[in-house]
Structures are given as C-alpha cells and as structure tokens.
C-alpha cells in the first residue's frame, strides 16, 4: 500500500517551494525547542547505541541534532524535495536522509533489516496523515523499534485547532507560514485525544511514558506572540 497521490504531491508542491532558509517551514523550529527536551524524555528509557530514524524529517533540521545525541540518527520523508532539503543542509553528513513512504510495509521492513531494531522520533506526522494511513504510520513505528528500540512520539491535539483558529481569523487573516500550509492542502490537528494512543496500542506498542506539552512553531500571531501548538507525547517500547 502507498500513500495517495493527492498527498504525495501535497508535501511535494509545499517543499519544492519552500526555501532552504532555516525557519521557513512553520514546524522547522530550532532544536532547543523540540527535539533536545523530547530527546531528554527517550533517553532515560532508551539505548543511545541504537540508531535513532527521524519519521518524517522534513529538511532534516532535528535529524541533525538527534545525530549528537544517537550513535547514527538516519531521516527519512516522503517527499523527494523534503529530502533534497535535508541533504543541503548537512554537507558534512552528520546524519543520513532518504525517501520512504510510512504505509509501505515492505520498504518500512527494508528499512529494519538495514539497521535493526532503532530507536524512532515521530513528531506530528500521524495528525497529518490522511485517516486510513494512521494506522499504517503506527505500524511503520513498531516495526523499526522492534524488540529493543524505543519510540518518542509527539502529536497535535485537537486544542491545536482552537490556536489555529486564533491565527486564521487574527488581524490581515493567516500569517504567511500558516498560509502555505493550507495552501497546499495540509490540513493540521486532523485526530481525537484518544485516536494516537489507541493507534499506538492497536500497533503492538506500549506506553511507557506520556505527558502534554506544546510543540512550538516559527510563526507568530499579530501582536508578535510565538505559535504553540497544544500537543502530548508518548514514549513508547514493542510489545
């Protein structure tokens, strides 16, 4: 199974036009704000031996950071252009990028026997995940922890929409960043508070550790106030 094409050039269209500028993706914040504290979170449950696969990568911005914190940190994305990004931006190689569609099994299963079992970062890919995939990306997750890797995952909460809806409808309409997001039909904050665990649970994974948080972004609203979006997390380990 493959994801749909409709979504596949959805993220395709928004990184071919995005730049290589730091921040010009709204999630693209920097590390200290994202993956450095959910790296504090993995860590205690976590073999930092094992490398550690960045779901969803994007231009590879917190692949880069969780590469001094794993001993190989490997981002894969579905889109090409993403990818492309990501590479630029490492010329040295501190970490390893490819292409890889989260509801194809057998490329998810190609990935494991390339590396073993591994650690995973996911940060809010499930919520944009068009619904019949959801389950497939907590698969793909289960999949590449195996038996001794462990899980962060972090995801938006439904209260995301109510922030969203803030900045839609604030002074001169969406913000620039937030724009291009829906532009290019991405549609945020897509599930209920019970839909990730019980994803997580159907997958074969159990929770080790949750907590809510908010997952900054690098846009602001009108009076110059940073975007955060409510979010909550999980560690997770294979049954």
């Known amino acids: 199974m493959d994801v749909s094409s409709r979504y596949r050039e959805s993220w395709e269209g928004y990184w071919r036009e995005t730049s290589d500028a730091p921040g010009e993706a709204i999630w693209d914040c920097d590390p200290s704000l994202s993956s450095a504290p959910h790296s504090a979170l993995l860590l205690p449950y976590a073999d930092a031996t094992l490398p550690v696969v960045d779901l969803g990568c994007g231009n590879g911005t917190q692949t880069r950071y969780l590469a001094t914190r794993f001993a190989r940190a490997i981002g894969v994305d579905l889109s090409h ?121 159907a997958a074969g994974l159990e929770i080790l550790a949750a907590g809510d948080t908010a997952l900054p972004q690098t846009e602001h609203l009108a009076d110059g106030t940073r975007i955060e979006l409510p979010a909550r997390w999980f560690v997770l380990a294979g049954r």
């Not at 995973?120 to 497939?136: C, G, K």
């Open 81 to 201: 252009a993403a990818v492309e990004h990501a590479r630029r931006a490492d010329p040295t190689g501190t970490a390893e990028f490819e292409q890889l569609d989260l509801v194809d099994h057998v490329a998810v299963r190609a990935l494991h026997k390339r590396t073993g079992d591994s650690n995973v970062y996911l940060r809010a890919v499930i919520h944009q995940s068009d619904p019949h995939d959801r389950p497939a990306v907590a698969e793909a997750v289960a999949e590449l922890i195996g038996s001794r890797g462990r899980a962060f995952v972090a995801e938006l909460t439904p209260a995301s929409q109510t922030v969203l809806r803030g900045a839609v409808e604030g002074p001169g309409g969406p913000p620039r960043k937030l724009r291009r997001v829906f532009d290019h039909g991405l549609k945020p904050a897509g599930v209920t508070d019970e839909e990730v665990p019980e994803l997580l649970r």
